[in-house]
């Protein structure tokens, strides 16, 4: 059984009146210790679609149709406060900014302490040195005294590894990291990742990876959702779409950041144009404006999700050697 099954999920703005989609009817699984990525441009739903998981989406947002199923558990039917429970001890989520997330007048280790005792019900005590024993394992030095520091003490980095402590306190069985290394230099995000995959690797958790960045994932994961204008557009193999990307907006992805395989010479290719807008009426596929290979097919119907792929113009062998 899946850790995770979302399926056919719709998140829709709601707004002077009117319902906006930003997560269209996506559907996806992620299995017991495996790392899942998903990728995608700025606005294209990935922390929506994650946020919905955790039942944390702002009032505005609403889930407007799917299933959300964790071990088994169809999410949307539980109640506020079960599903605050289940967020602390069963599911829990790294963000992108450590510095909003983390209170700048508390010290680190009250903040550790605090979610350890609310999570397991430890004492103080037990919470202090659960508290030492995580910090050790993400890796900050000197952790006795550690606790006792501020956030603005910590470097960037290190607050991050802070944060991954904090959701690694109850020993979740899901972990959403959403862009949690964008804010570092490339050095730093490397070590993170690496740290975030040992941690999965040790204790059997599943993660479920958010970056911008395609060259970063096919390291980590094992599997990749493509995400454009709120839909999974591509999804597969990370091997595989990284060597031969079918969806032409993977293939853009691609070209669009540094690749550990190739010549540094390599010119960059930014995706020409803007990212989808959810409030644009587009007809057909949503990346037809952006899209090289686009038909008259492309302009006019949706492609349905098959095969790990929506697209009426699939990449061949051919097309892109010819370009
Ligand atoms: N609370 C909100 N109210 C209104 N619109 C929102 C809200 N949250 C997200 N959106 C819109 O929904 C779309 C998807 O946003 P989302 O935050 O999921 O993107 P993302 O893929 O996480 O992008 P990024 O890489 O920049 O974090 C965007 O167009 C965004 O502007
Ligand atoms: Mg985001």
Do not use: W
Not at 52 to 64: D, E, I, P, Y
Not at 80 to 109: A, H, K, Y
Not at 161 to 175: G, N, S
């Amino acid at each position: 059984m899946p850790l995770l099954d979302v399926e056919n999920l719709t998140v829709s703005l709601f707004q002077d009146g009117t319902e906006t989609p930003l997560v269209r009817n996506i559907s996806y699984r992620a299995e017991p210790g495996e790392i899942l990525a998903l990728v995608g441009e700025s606005g294209s739903g990935k922390s929506v679609s994650s946020l919905a998981v955790m039942g944390l989406l702002a009032k505005s947002l609403r889930v407007t149709s799917g299933a959300i199923r964790f071990d088994g558990q169809d999410l949307l039917t539980l109640k506020d406060e079960e599903m605050r429970t289940l967020r602390g001890r069963d599911i829990s989520m790294v963000f992108q900014e450590p510095m909003t997330s983390l209170n700048p007048v508390r010290s680190i280790g009250s903040q550790i302490m605090e979610s350890i005792e609310e999570n397991l019900g430890l004492s103080r005590a037990q919470a202090r040195l659960r508290a030492i024993d995580l910090l050790k394992e993400v890796g900050v030095a000197d952790a006795e005294r550690r606790l006792k520091q501020y956030p603005h003490h910590f470097s960037g980095g290190m607050r991050q590894r802070v944060m991954i402590a904090i959701a690694l306190a109850a020993d979740p069985k899901l972990i959403i990291a959403d862009e949690p290394t964008t804010a570092l230099d490339v050095t730093i995000q490397a070590q993170i990742l690496d740290l975030m995959a040992r941690i999965c690797r040790d204790h059997g958790t599943t993660m479920i990876l958010i970056t911008h960045n395609l060259s970063i994932v096919a390291r980590y994961a094992r599997r990749v959702n493509v995400m454009y204008g709120g839909r999974i557009v591509e999804s597969g193999d990370a091997r595989t779409l990284y060597t031969t990307p079918r969806h032409p907006y993977t293939e853009g992805l691609l070209q669009s950041v540094p690749r550990l395989d190739q010549d540094r010479n390599v010119p960059l290719k930014p995706i020409q144009g803007s990212p989808a807008d959810p409030f644009a009426p587009i007809e057909g596929c949503r990346f037809h404006p952006r899209c090289p290979y686009a038909t008259d097919l492309c302009r006019s119907d949706v492609p349905e999700f098959g095969d790990g792929l929506a697209c009426h113009a699939p990449l061949s062998i051919e097309t892109r050697e010819a370009v």
